[in-house]
């Protein structure tokens, strides 16, 4: 991947977040992206909580799933997109207050890409790990 390639990979991630409209619903926010890796945040809201008051696991996951294609989108500027293949996800402790998340791209094939993530606190605890595989889609051929 050259300069130009990689650069066009950031902004192509970049821009297409404002497509997941679903991300945008729960509030998730880009903090950095460089290739293969993005970090991105979640300030929790009193409707993402369980019975509880922390951090419900479906929003948990969804942060997971959001960060680990967004790395992956990095690399795959000319995609139609990411879609997640298989996520295995282990939650450690309660996530409370607004959630960190980072993802980095372990192996990027041409479709397929191994992806690994982590959810913490503010303060750094350790939330969730999760570990995946998601697909680049080809983009059509025009016609």
Known sequence: MTRSDTHEGVAYARDYHKKVRFAAHLGIE????????????????????????????????TLLDVTLCMAARTLHPH?????????????????????????????????????EGEVRNEDGTLVAKAQGTVRARQAKAAE
């Open 30 to 61: 880009q903090v950095a992206l460089e290739p293969g890796v993005a970090r991105m945040r979640c300030a929790l809201q009193p409707h993402m909580t369980n019975s509880w008051g922390i951090a419900h696991g479906g929003v948990v996951m």
């Open 79 to 115: 995609s139609a997109g990411i879609v997640t293949i298989e996520l295995a996800t282990a939650f450690i402790d309660a996530g409370k207050g607004t959630l960190q998340s980072e993802a980095r791209v372990l192996r990027n094939g041409r479709s397929l890409i191994f992806v």
